[in-house]
């Protein structure tokens, strides 16, 4: 019986499918913040992500409407310095990618 009850769960497992996060697409049509040169700014408009990833970046300050400055990328182009709300935040890029924002000129 038990054998059963434990096949019958790894079929359940199997048939789900999760899209990887490369196939994901976020349904803004703004920029994402990865693709800000240093000393530009603008406002960030959609934060995307899943689960514990978009919570973090919600956590940290990063939600919409909020202006931002991309102060220092590092030379290898990973991480990225951040000027938002009076404090400077260093993200990874991938997690920067996850982020649209609208160009603000300067």
């Known amino acids: 019986m038990r054998q059963i009850r434990h096949q019958h769960r790894r079929q ?3 048939t789900y499918h999760k899209p990887p996060a ?3 697409t976020l349904p803004c049509g703004f920029v994402p913040l990865d693709k800000l040169k240093p000393g530009e700014s603008g406002i960030i408009r959609c934060v995307g992500g ?3 990833l978009r919570r973090r970046l919600l956590d940290m300050g ?3 409407n909020t202006k931002i400055m991309v102060r220092k990328i590092a030379p290898f182009g990973d991480p990225m310095e951040l000027s938002l709300r009076n404090y400077e935040l260093t993200l990874r890029r991938d997690d920067a990618r996850q982020i649209q924002v609208e160009e603000v000129p300067q």
Request: hydrophobic residues 15%.
């Open 12 to 14: 359940q497992n199997t």
């Open 22 to 24: 490369s196939e994901k």
């Open 50 to 52: 899943q689960g514990a």
């Open 62 to 64: 990063l939600t919409p």
